[in-house]
């Protein structure tokens, strides 16, 4: 079983919807929960990370973390053409884990 | 702030070939990675480096080696290319091993034919 399991998508949205990524891990001893956001022909970059259950709001994206579940999500609001992009969930435990990745493009 | 630098940025070679693929970080960070990251697999961590002169294997190790003599520097070598190694590269850096957050650099496209 892998550590991390991220649904590949790809996922198709017209611009304004509201958008659901999520992840579910195995490893209750992971520490950090973090969303990275990568451009096509680029590196991934950090969006947003947490380290507790709850969620956590920066703009229009919320990062979710239920850890009795064992599930993470990021949403994304008034979702624009320029989200459009693979987006990677991120755990750290004894290092850092990363899901497959979930194409994401926002239709204008 | 250039952060993590990585050349070449597209290379082709043939197979048996060798090269060296390049990473500079200017965040004085102790730790360096090197991930390939293929189409369904993710990243996956190929070596890594908790320091100076320290290098260890990660996921999937052969068919490369590394060495970091600089803080700064980490190398990723390819002794003889196969084509199971076309893939994108990946070079990362963090402050702290297992913590909140990693680096990357804008990667390397790496084709054997």
């Known amino acids: 079983q892998k550590e991390v399991e991220q649904d590949p998508g790809p996922l198709s949205v017209p611009e304004g919807a509201i958008v659901s990524l999520n992840c579910t891990y195995s490893n209750s001893a992971f520490q950090y929960f973090m969303w990275y956001r990568q451009y096509s022909r680029k590196g991934p970059e950090l969006l947003m990370y947490?380290?507790?259950?709850g969620n956590k709001e920066d703009g229009r994206f919320t990062a979710q973390v239920d850890k009795s579940s064992k599930y993470i999500s990021l949403f994304i609001r008034d979702s624009q053409p320029s989200d459009s992009a693979t987006y990677l969930c991120?755990?750290?435990?004894?290092?850092?884990?990363f899901g497959t990745g979930t194409s994401l493009t926002v239709i204008p | 702030n250039a952060g993590v630098t990585q050349t070449p940025k597209f290379r082709v070679l043939k197979t048996g070939q060798s090269m060296t693929l390049l990473c500079a970080q200017d965040m004085n960070h102790e730790y360096m990675y090197w991930y390939r990251q293929d189409p369904g697999m993710g990243l996956r961590l190929i070596h890594y480096s908790v320091g100076e002169g320290t290098t260890a294997k990660g996921e999937v190790p052969d068919g490369y080696n590394v060495s970091r003599l600089k803080k700064q520097n980490f190398l990723l070598g390819l002794e003889s290319a196969a084509p199971s190694q076309t893939s994108v590269y990946f070079c990362a850096s963090s402050p702290i091993f297992s913590g909140n957050t990693i680096y990357f650099g804008e990667g390397s496209w790496l084709t054997v034919v």
């Open positions: 991120s755990l750290t435990g004894n290092q850092f884990y």
């Open positions: 947490t380290y507790s259950s």
